[in-house]
């Protein structure tokens, strides 16, 4: 806010139509918050079919926009008779892990004690500008600001109270709330595009490398039958660096981390650590079109994520917690198709079925070059990263937008409300 007096504010940017100040008051003085409740043993009353829906912090991983739609569990009307209930509308505050967020809900249900449920607004509130506001950081902050400690995994009752609230005319509610929800509807037609192209993008290449869909050459004929190969017979496994320690990393020669490997199916150049070696120490350098695997998992089907080097660095190197896999010539395995091939379901099943352990998982190499892959001729390859290049291209496309819009809003919200 520009202007703060006593119970009263002026927001730094808002409609033009409008010149009063906002009046502030602490947040007890508009609503009230009732705490939700468990039927015990709560593992008694859950149930699969016909039952109550069961509103827990995890179903807001699926909601955009700080809505809940949907719940993974629910709980038999009995229980239900024993909990907090809560209608469609109704707002509902994170007390623990989603940290004092705010969901708006499309459902109906009932909730456990991680959640608030927001009641008896004074008349001249409007519950879409009250979502937006409880969400800024101006609140956030003063959750933080009024909790001990600084930094919390759950608020009490007393802190949400404690907080101030600002409050403009009902009909300036209502323009920003309409004016944010165009924002949010945009973000979730963004979200859902991006869902789309992911599940379009999963489909495509089930049917590509289980030769379901067949690309053909540039003068309409079908390319050469793919031949089935062993990895080891394509190519040979490398190690990642040796004899290194703590103090060695920091500074000095970039190195392919474990997180590039796991979380993309292409090396992000902008995301390289760096380790010292001395002149002349031996260790394995990496070429364009390597392919590197993680050895380590928590569970079996994360071991074993690959992730392929696709542009040139002249010298760089690979942590000693994964390991390499070069292929004897590019012409049988272009670097591109085989960031796609080895993120594949059908090649996923196979290694996955490598993992060996009970509370850490770990894969062989040994093992890793008896598994047999499909492989088209190079020209089809090249088609085929082509084709899912553009796809991917679009993906991030879209998740650019998101971003941006996402930002564009944060910018709004603070200025609004800040």
């Known amino acids: 806010m520009d202007m703060i007096t006593e119970n009263k504010v002026v927001p730094k940017l808002r409609f033009k139509e409008f010149k009063d100040s906002w009046f502030i008051d602490k947040f007890s003085k ?14 008694k009353y859950r149930t699969k079919n016909n039952g109550v829906n069961w509103i827990k912090i995890g179903d807001t991983k699926k909601s955009t926009n700080y809505e809940i739609s949907s719940v993974e569990e629910q709980i038999t009307f009995e229980g239900s008779l024993k909990s907090r209930k809560v209608e469609v509308g109704e707002l509902i505050l994170a007390n623990s892990m989603s940290f004092g967020k705010t969901y708006k809900l499309n459902i109906s249900g009932c909730i456990y ?26 609140m956030q902050k003063q959750y933080i600001r009024f909790s001990t400690g600084g930094v919390v995994q759950n608020i009490s009752s007393e802190i949400v ?25 945009k973000l979730q037609q963004l979200t859902k595009k991006k869902e789309l192209l992911e599940d379009y993008k999963k489909g495509i290449m089930q049917k590509i490398f289980s030769q379901e869909i067949r690309f053909k050459d540039d003068s309409g004929n079908n390319y050469p039958d793919w031949q089935e190969k062993k990895l080891g017979q394509i190519g040979k496994t490398f190690n990642g660096l040796t004899g290194k320690t703590k103090k060695d990393f920091g500074n000095g020669k970039p190195f392919i981390q474990y997180m590039q490997i796991f979380s993309s199916a292409k090396i992000d150049k902008s995301k390289f650590g760096f380790v010292n070696l001395k002149e002349n120490e031996k260790q394995n350098k ?9 050895t380590s998992s928590e569970t079996p089907l994360e071991i074993g994520y ?16 994964c390991f390499g896999f070069r292929a004897n010539s590019l012409s049988e395995l272009y670097p591109d198709f085989a960031s796609y091939l080895f993120r594949s379901q059908s090649l996923r099943k196979q290694i996955v079925k490598l993992a060996q352990g009970s509370t850490r998982y770990n894969m062989s190499k ?16 090249k088609k085929i990263a082509d084709f899912l290049t553009l796809i991917d ?16 809003k944060k910018g709004l919200l603070q200025q609004m409300f800040v």
Do not use: M
């Open 113 to 138: 004690d991680g959640w608030f449920v927001l009641r008896e607004y004074q008349d001249d509130f409007y519950i879409n500008f009250l979502h937006q506001l409880l969400n800024s950081n101006y």
């Open 393 to 408: 291209n679009k993906i991030e496309n879209t998740l650019f937008q998101l971003e941006k819009t996402k930002e564009f």
């Open 306 to 321: 690959a992730s392929v080097l696709t542009e040139e660095i002249e010298e760089l190197y690979l942590n000693s917690f």
């Open 286 to 294: 990496v070429r364009y079109g390597d392919v590197f695997f993680t």
């Open 161 to 185: 109270y404690s907080t101030k609230i600002c409050k403009p005319n009902l009909y300036e509610q209502q323009k920003i709330a309409s004016f944010l929800s165009a924002i949010d509807e």
């Open 366 to 381: 040994v093992q890793l070059l008896k598994i047999l892959v499909k492989l088209p001729s190079l020209k089809e390859q």
């Open 30 to 43: 508009y609503i009230k918050l009732y705490r939700g409740s468990s039927p015990r043993p709560i593992s």
